[in-house]
């Protein structure tokens, strides 16, 4: 039986599912997955000598940028690997959105340009392309988790602040 004669014509078809499983997909984990160890490789090696040699605003600058973009980095590979496992069948799309909840992909970087000037050339060239990764990881995020307003539940918006509350006080009923 052919992939298209299982296929309900009266159904959406699953877009974020074949989005994971997509070469586009595959081309974005193997170059995130690359970033994140040339940065390793970098801030071990070459930037820790580069950093020795560096001015006290200039050390302070990059302790700082070199954190933000290991923890960015870090948030990346981890949306990466657990798409992964989607691709690979390992858990659904499902079970990813609700993983992914833990995983911050902030939208914004308050990076102070006076700072990033200071850095040595190499590290500026890995949070940039960093920056760039989380963008089209973030592009890819909505594509792939976007419910169509068709399939969307209609929520009543009473009853949904009744269940924030409910989840913050922990009870049952009011």
Do not use: C
Not at 6 to 30: C, I, K, T, W, Y
């Amino acid at each position: 039986m052919s992939e298209h004669s299982m296929v309900n014509p009266h159904e959406p078809v699953p877009f974020g599912e074949r989005l994971a499983n997509s070469q586009a997909f595959s081309d974005l984990f193997r170059g995130g997955m690359a970033l994140v160890e040339e940065t390793a490789t970098y801030l071990d090696g070459p930037g820790r000598a580069e950093s020795k040699q560096l001015g006290r605003a200039a050390a302070l600058a990059y302790a700082t940028e070199s954190m933000r973009l290991t923890t960015r980095l870090m948030q990346i590979a981890s949306w990466l690997l657990l798409h992964r496992a989607v691709k690979e069948g390992e858990m659904s799309l499902a079970q990813a959105n609700k993983e992914k909840t833990k995983v911050k992909l902030s939208a914004l970087d308050n990076h102070d340009p006076n700072n990033v000037e200071l850095l040595p050339q190499q590290l500026r060239d890995l949070i940039d392309r960093a920056q760039k990764l989380r963008m089209q990881v973030r592009r890819l995020d909505q594509t792939i988790h976007t419910v169509p307003a068709e399939q969307a539940p209609s929520i009543n918006p009473v009853e949904h602040q009744l269940g924030l509350l409910k989840a913050a006080f922990g009870r049952e009923s009011a």
